[in-house]
């Protein structure tokens, strides 16, 4: 595993990357098997797979899976939900860069030979069950979700969010659509959000109460963000109205 975040209480979520064939793991003949990961510190761990489960309607090309890890000699769940019960994760080839504050952090990387478990409920597993799956060629649409729902403004890997704060995302590929008359919030690339409609109507402003490192000098106010796609903009955010 190229970085590791066991818990899941963050807005950001939790990824694991393994280092194996690439593929999306898939099937319920894996339950039972174990998986030796390796940190982002160079320690190993143990991932076993105890149930797989495939997805329904246009998910029906995702397996999630219930995994536990081996800490200090027993197993326990990876993935938690918010009640406490133990949760499943989805699979997606390619990496995510877990740093913050610096340039690269948050970034997805799809060409990497390895795949990304993710648990259900957070950003990562959020925006594949959207659909955007880089093995249907939205893998640009992938990146520019999860920063958009971990808020990640600046590009940075840095989340101006809380954990559950209601958004509406829709993008130009006709994946997801335009359902909502909310407010739009900004304009999201793979590198971050291109501009912001409003200060009042972000999420560092409304719950996260933190301005962006790089607002308003690199990330602009603008009356019209959100309402069109400028070049490079792959998907938009809106808020509810105040």
């Known amino acids: 595993m190229n970085g590791i975040e066991l818990y899941g209480a963050r807005a950001d979520g939790v990824s694991i990357s393994i280092a194996d064939t690439g593929a999306p793991l898939s099937g319920a003949d894996l339950v039972g098997s174990t998986w030796t990961g390796v940190l982002s510190n160079g320690n190993t761990v143990a991932l076993r797979v105890d149930d797989a489960r495939q997805g329904t309607g246009t998910n029906a090309d995702v397996w999630s899976y219930r995994f536990s890890i081996s800490a200090d000699g027993l197993w326990r769940p990876l993935c938690l939900e918010h009640a406490g019960n133990e949760g499943f994760a989805d699979t997606v080839r390619g990496t995510w860069n877990l740093e913050r504050g610096v340039p690269g952090g948050g970034s997805y ?53 809380v954990d559950g704060t209601l958004i509406d995302i829709y993008d130009q590929a006709g994946v997801q659509i335009d359902d909502q008359d909310w407010v739009p919030e900004a304009a999201g690339t793979p590198e971050g959000a291109s501009c912001v409609s409003k200060k009042t109507a972000t999420r560092f402003w409304q719950v996260a109460h933190q301005t962006p490192s790089c607002y308003p000098h690199a990330l602009k106010p603008e009356n019209s963000c959100g309402t069109e796609f400028s070049d490079g903009v792959a998907i938009i955010t809106e808020l509810p109205p105040l």
């Open 109 to 161: 990387h799809p060409d990497a030979p390895q795949f990304t478990v993710a648990c259900r409920g957070y950003a990562i597993a959020k925006c594949v069950e959207l659909g955007y799956k880089p093995w249907t060629g939205h893998a640009r649409e992938l990146a520019a979700c999860v920063r958009a729902m971990r808020a990640d403004y600046c590009g940075d890997g840095t989340p101006y969010t």
